[in-house]
Nanobody, 115 residues
């Protein structure tokens, strides 16, 4: 029943910005930690950011100061605001939600940053 659907990806120039959205369904996740990960071909899935039920946030060093994770519990949605994008940010971005010991993933949205 739990489903996550990412949107907002696309092609942008280096230095530009994108706002990713992830709409969750199949439950109410205000008490659950949610996060964003990304994956590039040939590399393992990389953690990017997380946000707790108390809106505490953590970021990977590679995106700290450039990305902002937020959530709107009324909409069951988590966001990732990406600024000052770099070509190395190119990846498929996945959102996730922790439910007990399980982690649910969306299908991902492609972000491509051109130089």
């Amino acid at each position: 029943q739990v489903q996550l659907v990412e949107s907002g990806g696309g092609l942008v120039q280096a230095g530009g910005s994108l706002r990713l959205s992830c709409a969750a369904s199949g439950g109410t996740f205000s008490m659950n930690t949610m996060g964003w990960y990304r994956q590039t071909p040939g590399k393992q899935r990389e953690w990017v950011a997380l946000i707790s039920s108390r809106y505490s946030t953590n970021y990977a060093d590679s995106v700290k100061g450039r990305f902002t994770i937020s959530r709107d519990n009324a909409k069951n949605t988590v966001y990732l605001e990406m600024n000052s994008l770099k070509p190395e940010d190119t990846a498929v971005y996945y959102c996730s939600v922790q439910v007990g010991i399980r982690v649910y993933w969306g299908q991902g949205t492609q972000v491509t940053v051109s130089s």
